[in-house]
């Protein structure tokens, strides 16, 4: 079954989501894509969608390609500059993966068509005296009148960490210095790993928040966050924590919706054990972000509202059921199980008996599922957890503890 409410490609392999943005009166989504296979290829591609309320998708051809000797178009980030649109993109050469480039390219105004000016990469590489081993994934924002970029780093290959520069063009770029960076040796609040892939910085209810997704060991770990203080040049983290729960939610990627809101996308991973097929990923559905203290809350964007119904009967292919219980509860579709349990501190959803995913607890747990996508957020807690589960439509939902609320789709 393809998901309803979460985009996946037609055909291929698609991952990292970015440069989403509104313009015109609809959304654009890029991603990182390969047309030619259901598997990863270093000659990433950037696909493009568009859509009117972030949940119903249209794929359009093929943004930008290799090019030029380029072995690959990997992750960054799109600004409107004057209402022009610019993509910042990591341009892969041989035999260096680890080490990219930041290259753009200028679109038309319908952002289907884009030519690469300038040619040469904006940014060639990091600078060579601080010993970096990983430089990828360009984001761009407007600050006063210039443009500031973050972009994802190793330090020799033990210190995660973020580099900026700032511009007054987009074109001449300048190195501003190491603006946060943390070993990979480092626990407290949350594991934050030795490359930082993927990393946003953004202010959100009077603080700053540095959001990126862990790499480490040659392995994809989930998405976390530090919450502080950014002075233009420094973020300094008052605590760390985790944001992803679950092993499918990586690359996260923020954007402002159509009334200002921040936003975030993700990947979402295909299971290890999945048979492959003719197309391979999806993306999350689009979560507005909040501050409670230091713990970035998620809740599902308001296109997403719908009106309840009773919980009797099949769910069908895509529902949210937000469960209410002070006490322990249990929620069921056919193999699919939420349980809840205050007194281990957990919410853990299975499959068949098997633990899937496992969060901290909450008095009230909001759980949607998509086909085989499952998203689950909790109130109090950071973050969205997310896995993926067979799909059974017809199944009948049960619940044993506290109340649902149901909406279908």
Known sequence: MRPLLHFTPRTGWINDPHGVVHADGRYHLFFQHNPAGSVWAEAIHWGHAVSDD???WEELPVALSPDGGEAGCWSGSLVLDGGEPVLFYTRVRQPDWAVGQVAVARGSKDLETWRREPVDA????????LGVTAFRDPAVWRAG??????????LAGVDGAALQYSSDDLLGW?????????????REGTRTGAMWECPHLFELDGSWVLLFSVWADETLHHVAYGVGDYDGVAFTARSWHRFGHGEQMYATTTFLDADGRRCVLSWLREHADAAPGDRAGAHSLPWVLRLDGDTLVATPHPNLCGEPAPPAGALGPAAQVVLAADGPATVTRGALTLTTDPAAGTVTVAEGGAPRLTMPWGPRVRLIVDADIVEVAVDGVAGVGSTRCAPEPDAPLAVEGGTVAVTRY
């Open 54 to 56: 972030l949940l119903t």
């Open 122 to 129: 904006v940014v060639p590489g990091p600078p060579p005296e």
């Open 145 to 154: 009148d210039g443009w500031r970029m973050l972009v994802g780093a190793s």
């Open 174 to 186: 300048r190195f501003d210095g190491v603006v946060a960076q943390r070993p990979t040796t480092a």
